[in-house]
Nanobody
C-alpha cells in the first residue's frame, strides 16, 4: 500500500535550519510529483512547495521562497525540504503528499491523493 512517512521535525530557534524527509513506499515515487504542505494551529493547511517527478521544476509559496528548498532522490524514493532562516510563523505540522492519479495544480491540496502523517516543526522566538 502507498505510504508516506515524514521525519526531521523538531524545536529550533529563530534563524535556524532543519531538513525534513519524506520517505515513500508502495509506489514508484520517481514517477510522480510531490509536495509539502503545513498546518499551523487554528489555521488551514497551506501549500509550502512542490517538485515535479524528475526534480527539474520546483514551486514555492511566497512566504518560503528563497528560504526553503525542495529536492528529491528518486533512487531512494525520498523527498526533502531544506528549511533555512526559520521564523516563528513557520511553526506547524508539515505534511508531504503525492499526486498519483490527479494531474491538477501542484499548489492545490485537493489534487494530491496520499498524505503522510505529518511532522511537527516548532520555531521559538
Amino acid at each position: 500500500q502507498v505510504q508516506l512517512v515524514e521525519s526531521g521535525g523538531r524545536l529550533v530557534q529563530t534563524g535556524g535550519s532543519l531538513r525534513l524527509s519524506c520517505a515513500a513506499s508502495g509506489f514508484i515515487g520517481a514517477r510522480y510529483p510531490m509536495g509539502w504542505f503545513r498546518q499551523a494551529p487554528g489555521k488551514e493547511r497551506e501549500f509550502v512547495g512542490a517538485i515535479t517527478w524528475n526534480g527539474d521544476n520546483t514551486y514555492y509559496a511566497d512566504s518560503v521562497s528563497g528560504r526553503f528548498t525542495i529536492s528529491r532522490d528518486n533512487a531512494k524514493d525520498t523527498m526533502y525540504l531544506q528549511m533555512n532562516s526559520l521564523k516563528p510563523e513557520d511553526t506547524g505540522v508539515y505534511y508531504c503528499a503525492v499526486q498519483l492519479y490527479n494531474g491538477g495544480s501542484l499548489y492545490d491540496a485537493r489534487m494530491y491523493d496520499y498524505w503522510g502523517q505529518g511532522t511537527q516543526v516548532t520555531v521559538s522566538s
